[in-house]
């Protein structure tokens, strides 16, 4: 139990371009998920947490209206790098909150580079 | 600030032998504890977690010990494989200074661990 997944697992894009990354819990339902940024050999840094059916809240230095994260289910939420950039270029790892209100489960990741 | 660190960025043991991660945690407040392993390429992979009313917890093959006293969280994982190659997070549940996530986690910076044949 407690299955989280990510598509696409790797993207290459063009500087400008907008990606999508998907971020689904299989068999439970989330009302809460968690989207992280993780840089080569660095820890995981939280971007912003998504809430089904409210807008996400951004940690302080993450840009809105650059990262847009839609939750629109209880198993689906969507980040979107918006005309992604080469600094854009990263690992981001979505989580969701299971049963256990404080136990993240996190998805396998998707290496984006931007070119 | 408030932080969670780790000890050790590296840690070589042989196969077989007993590892033990260890972990610094600087809020007094943090009542959860949980410990991560991330192979490369990979999302963290949730081993064990701890409350802060407990000082001992053990899965499979796995120890989690908890020192308020000291502020310290150690994993402890017997008969090391080399299967248990990674790197190894802890994460406390606490309100980063600038968040407004309540059930977010505070990572640690990582112990890489590599298992030796």
């Known amino acids: 139990g407690a299955v989280v997944s990510q598509h696409p697992s790797w993207v290459i894009c063009k500087s400008g371009t907008s990606v999508k990354i998907e971020c689904r819990s299989l068999?439970?339902?989330?009302?809460?998920m968690f989207w992280y940024r993780q840089f080569p050999k660095q820890s995981l840094m939280l971007m912003a947490t998504?809430?089904?059916?409210?807008?996400?809240?951004?940690e302080q230095g993450v840009e809105k209206d650059k990262f847009l994260i839609n939750h629109a289910s209880l198993t689906l939420s969507t980040l979107t790098v918006t005309s992604a950039h080469p600094e854009d270029s990263s690992f981001y790892i979505c989580?969701?909150?299971?049963?256990?209100?404080?136990?993240?489960?996190f998805g396998p990741g998707t290496r984006l580079l931007v070119l | 600030g408030e932080s969670v660190g780790l000890h050790l960025p590296t840690l070589s043991v042989q196969e077989g032998d007993n590892s033990i991660i260890n972990c610094a945690y600087s809020n007094s407040a943090s009542d959860y504890f949980i410990w991560y392993k991330q192979e490369s390429g990979k999302g963290p992979q949730f081993i064990i977690d701890i409350r802060s009313n407990m000082d001992k917890r053990q899965g499979q093959r796995v120890t989690v010990l908890l020192n308020k006293t000291v502020k310290h969280l150690s994993l402890q994982i017997a008969a090391t494989q080399p299967g248990d190659s990674a790197v190894y997070f802890c994460a406390e549940n606490s309100l980063p200074p600038n968040s407004n996530s309540g059930y977010a986690l505070n990572f640690g910076k990582g112990t890489s661990l590599l298992v030796t044949p």
């Open positions: 068999d439970f339902q989330a009302t809460t």
């Open positions: 989580s969701a909150l299971g049963l256990v209100q404080e136990t993240q489960y």
């Open positions: 998504s809430n089904e059916g409210s807008k996400a809240t951004y």
